[in-house]
């Protein structure tokens, strides 16, 4: 093989420094202290700057189009946003909104912990239930729930092809709102359960087993030991959960339950106003999902206690996520969603 020819680097003259731009010589050997001196050159990444720079520009576009286009009517929006029947469906929506989390969340950590016995049947029933509700949806049920008059009169509760104790008809049992009520409540029950099993089974089996050894009873161990170890797998989902269960709380206004976005239908259905008013249900939403946020935050820093996230403020997390409020430390994004 022929062996490439090399131009000849002129030696610098004995007891002088090398030239500029010479290449170190062959047997030439960094320190630490050189290393360590060197100017760091940060390393060239055109193709993100471009990306940015390109969403830089549509997000200036999108600003503007806020600001200059006079069919958001922003005048009229300021005049809706604290209406009467506006602030009652707002309250209906918090409502609602409670009242599915926390009967759902029962629901979940009751099935969670039949997913988790020993009990075959247990296990079975529970496991069905959550392939059954996560596979039809929430719009399907509630509309089920809504109209459950036409496929059962009256609900009975006795024995099996037996006697019946209690009989109830359905014609004016479930109105909308139950209807909303029930059929959420279970949609969130069937996700909060598997919430809850992942965040139980993400503690390590040892530990358990440690506390036993050490004469633990089975309740103490759950609050001490394995519940505060699997809150912190737990509270980023439910956090999400919660967030778009307020918004999925719109598609009750098909049945007509006068929440947030159906309050806002009633007016522009009479007014015409449609976009004004659409824009006051759409900045409600950004408002209560960014207080939302906020407490998602704290209570994932409270159940982080004794993590790599401890400690850090709402503030920074903020710069991090947002660097054009300054700069901060990268290990610092997300944690605010």
Request: glycine share 10%; no cysteine; charged share 10%.
């Amino acid at each position: 093989m022929k062996q490439q020819e090399t131009s000849p680097v002129p030696a610098a003259p004995q007891g002088q420094p090398p030239p500029e731009g010479a290449p170190p010589p062959l047997d030439h050997q960094a320190t630490d202290e050189a290393l360590l001196a060197a100017r760091l050159v940060p390393l060239r990444r055109p193709g993100r700057w471009a990306s940015a720079a390109v969403l830089l520009v549509l997000f200036a576009m999108f600003v503007n189009t806020l600001v200059t286009n006079p069919r958001f009517q922003w005048g009229t929006v300021g005049d809706y946003f604290l209406r009467g029947s506006i602030i009652h469906g707002l309250e209906l929506t918090l409502w609602l909104t409670g009242a599915v989390m926390a009967t759902g969340y029962l629901l979940g950590i009751g099935i969670a912990a039949m997913r988790l016995s020993g009990n075959h049947i247990l296990r079975g029933l529970s496991f069905g239930y959550v392939w059954l509700v996560r596979s039809v949806p929430p719009l399907v049920q509630l509309l089920f729930w809504y109209e459950l008059a036409s496929l059962y009169p009256q609900v009975s509760l006795g024995i099996p092809f037996g006697h019946e104790f209690v009989t109830v008809k359905t014609a004016h049992l479930f109105s909308g709102i139950l209807a909303a009520y029930v059929g959420l409540s279970l949609d969130v029950a069937a996700f909060s359960a598997e919430i809850v099993r992942g965040g139980l089974l993400s503690v390590d089996r040892g530990q358990t087993e440690a506390a036993q050894a050490l004469g633990l009873g089975g309740g103490r161990i759950f609050r001490r030991i394995v519940l505060p170890q699997a809150m912190p797998a737990v509270i980023p989902a439910s956090g999400n959960l919660l967030i778009g269960m307020l918004k999925a709380t719109s598609i009750v206004s098909v049945i007509a339950v006068q929440d947030l976005l159906y309050s806002t239908q009633l007016i522009y259905n009479e007014n015409f106003l449609i976009m004004p008013l659409l824009m006051v249900a759409t900045l409600w939403y950004v408002i209560l999902t960014t207080l939302l946020s906020v407490g998602q935050y704290y209570v994932e820093r409270y159940y982080g206690r004794g993590g790599d996230r401890t400690g850090r403020g709402l503030w920074q997390v903020a710069r991090a996520n947002l660097p054009l409020f300054g700069t901060a430390d990268t290990k610092h994004l997300a944690g605010l969603s």
